[in-house]
């Protein structure tokens, strides 16, 4: 637990799913719709920090959002995005992945490759 880190010190009440070490929250600038962080419980400062055994339930917290948002909204595309260290565009120093649903013209390209 860091005291100056934003992702320390979110509200439980914001979680809209938990398990043993990881919680998910919406993302507060959502690059589209239902954009969520998976953000450890633990403070590490990136994937290198964190011990390998939590990532079991980071399988657990993607089976879940991609049921839930395959039952409710009927889609099963998106996009999980994770930066480690600042090169990587790391804005928040705690181990977080986004995990971005995609829709039909939703005019995202998150392939640099293909940018003009
Ligand atoms: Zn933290």
């Excluded at 998106?78 to 565009?89: D, E, P, T, V």
Aim: proline residues 2%; glycine residues 0%; positive net charge.
């Amino acid at each position: 637990m860091s005291n100056n880190c934003v992702f320390c010190n979110i509200d439980k009440k914001n979680y809209i799913f938990e398990n043993n070490h990881f919680f998910v929250v919406l993302d507060k600038n959502p690059i589209t719709k239902w954009h969520c962080l998976i953000v450890s419980k633990l403070h590490f400062n990136n994937i290198f920090d964190a011990n390998i055994s939590i990532f079991n339930n980071l399988w657990d917290v993607l089976q879940f959002l991609i049921t839930s948002f395959k039952n409710k909204y009927w889609f099963e595309d998106f996009n999980i995005l994770h930066a480690s260290w600042k090169n990587a565009q790391q804005s928040v120093g705690h181990l977080h992945i986004h995990f971005v649903p995609r829709y039909k013209n939703d005019n995202l390209d998150l392939w640099i490759k293909n940018k003009k």
